[in-house]
Every structure is written in structure tokens, then in C-alpha cells.
């Protein structure tokens, strides 16, 4: 069974700086897209990062320019790192992956407990 950790959340001012970290177990890690989400209360999880296993990115519109998605497959890791944050920032934010489905339906694992990101002054 896959196991998802994230870290590295906690409360910055607008316009701060943060690195998320997601440490998977299994050994097919390289072969999965990664993704960061992320729930804001009384809000459903959405997609806000994505990166293929080839490298490939992509962002939702909300975080163009600002977040920037990377991963290590050496280390069965993916990092979010987050630029010029905004207290609409504020979420739980959390990361998955997909083989066979899509981002909006990841298969790699059960989701962890995510990290707490809170943007406010």
C-alpha cells in the first residue's frame, strides 16, 4: 500500500515564501504524474499542480506564476514550492498521483493527512 507524507506547511504573511514536501513509499513512484491539491474549508479538493513523469508541469490558473511543482524520483519525492502567497492560499494541502485515471481521479495512493498552509498577517 502506497503511503503519502506531506510537510512543510504552516502560517506565513502575504507575499511569503513556502516548500511543500511529499515522500511516497512504493517502488513505481517514477512512473506516476505527481500532483499538490488542496482543500479549503467548506470547499472540495482541487488540483493546483501537476507534473508528468517525463517532467511535463502544468497549473491551475489560480497559482500560474507563483507555485512551482519539481520532483526527485531518486528520493520518491515531489516539492511545491510556493512564491508570493496570498491568504486565498490558505488550504490543507496534499499530493497524489496517477498511472491509468487522470489528476481530478489519482490511483497512487490513499491520501495522507496533508500540511497545513495558512497565509495571513
Not at 513505481?28 to 517532467?55: C, D, L, N
Not at 531518486?74 to 491568504?87: C, E, H, V
Not at 490558505?90 to 491520501?111: E, I, K, L, M, R
Request: aromatic content about 12%.
Amino acid at each position: 500500500q502506497v503511503q503519502l507524507v506531506e510537510s512543510g506547511g504552516g502560517l506565513v504573511q502575504p507575499g511569503g515564501s513556502l516548500r511543500l514536501s511529499c515522500a511516497a513509499s512504493g517502488s513505481r513512484f517514477s512512473v506516476y504524474a505527481m500532483g499538490w491539491y488542496r482543500q479549503a474549508p467548506g470547499k472540495q479538493r482541487e488540483v493546483v499542480a501537476g507534473i508528468t513523469s517525463g517532467g511535463r508541469t502544468q497549473y491551475a490558473d489560480s497559482v500560474k506564476g507563483r507555485f512551482t511543482i519539481s520532483r526527485d524520483n531518486d528520493k520518491n519525492m515531489a516539492y511545491l514550492q510556493m512564491n508570493s502567497l496570498k491568504p486565498e492560499d490558505t488550504a490543507v494541502y496534499y499530493c497524489n498521483g496517477y498511472f491509468y485515471t487522470n489528476f481530478d481521479d489519482p490511483d497512487f495512493g490513499s491520501w495522507g493527512q496533508g500540511t497545513q498552509v495558512t497565509v495571513s498577517s
